[in-house]
């Protein structure tokens, strides 16, 4: 009975930590950039690239980014990147140019392309 008890405890906490999450959130745990899939394209990976470093990761192997889902990158430098957007066959989805400053950015992915940008949630509209 006590296991059950400490399970039960460790499900509570993991549920009030993740309160603040979208359900389908990987990548880095407190991101400067999120990239949220709001469409029915399945993401094979996903670049950004600024003047000062460059990022991708590829999610066909492990689990691609479907509807719903996000995946965050933090990034060094502030100011202007390139967010690139893949399907799972490598063809481009989606690309757009994004400001980085103090505030965590959303950038997501909609149907037929569009990339909307802004410092919201865009899984709480």
Known sequence: MRRVGGIAAVLLLAGAVCSGC???????EDPDLVVYNDSTAILGSISVSGEGESQSVSLADGHPLERGESY???VDDL???WVELWDLDGNQVGRRRV???????YVTLEEHSRMTVGTAEPWRN
């Open 22 to 28: 979208s359900a389908g959130a990987s990548g880095t």
């Open 72 to 74: 965050g990158f933090e």
């Open 79 to 81: 100011g202007p990147v």
């Open 99 to 105: 400001n980085l400053g103090e505030a965590r950015v």
